[in-house]
């Protein structure tokens, strides 16, 4: 990114929220998880035998949020996990149910220039790496993009 032309970076980010607003405007089929009523691979609810209380499906944001603690129970303190408790309670509740690509980054996007005859620049985009899409909170794309990239700024 750090190569492209303002002008260029504000097209390309364009034509990403646009994908963005298509892949939300899917209507949620009541639940939290990947398709097909398949646990979450993601990472925060990764376990090995991919226990569903961890895992999920979920039927609610808060059944999402309590496995997110309990994941994050078996690796971090307990005074710890009361301040994530509470943070969490607070703030991640009440968002909609989208579906997400789940691992929105630049190296899964594909950029193809297609020309900038009359000056404006003209470009299609691809998306990859499927295996994280599914059902999540509004929020989850931008806070795993944001995450992968290290918030580098120019992402």
């Known amino acids: ?19 963005i607003t298509q892949l939300r405007s899917i209507p949620p089929p009541g639940y939290f998880g990947m398709l097909n009523r398949q646990p979450y691979l993601d990472g925060v609810f990764w376990t090995e035998d991919l226990n569903p209380k961890i895992s999920g499906p979920f039927t609610s944001q808060e059944d999402m949020n309590l496995a997110i603690i309990e994941r994050l129970r078996q690796i971090e303190s307990d005074p710890y996990i009361r301040l994530l408790r509470n943070m969490i309670h607070q703030t991640l509740n009440g968002h909609r149910t989208v579906f997400t690509h789940g691992d ?9 220039r297609l020309g900038d005859g009359d000056g404006s620049p003209d470009f299609r985009i691809t ?6 899409a599914g059902w999540y909170p509004e929020f989850w794309d931008f806070c795993n993009a944001t995450i992968a990239c290290r918030f580098k700024p120019d992402w």
């Open 1 to 19: 990114m750090a190569s492209l032309k303002p002008v260029e970076k504000s097209t390309l980010c364009s034509l990403i929220k646009d994908a």
């Open 127 to 132: 998306l990859l790496d499927w295996e994280s």
């Open 104 to 112: 929105l980054q630049p190296k899964n996007i594909i950029v193809q």
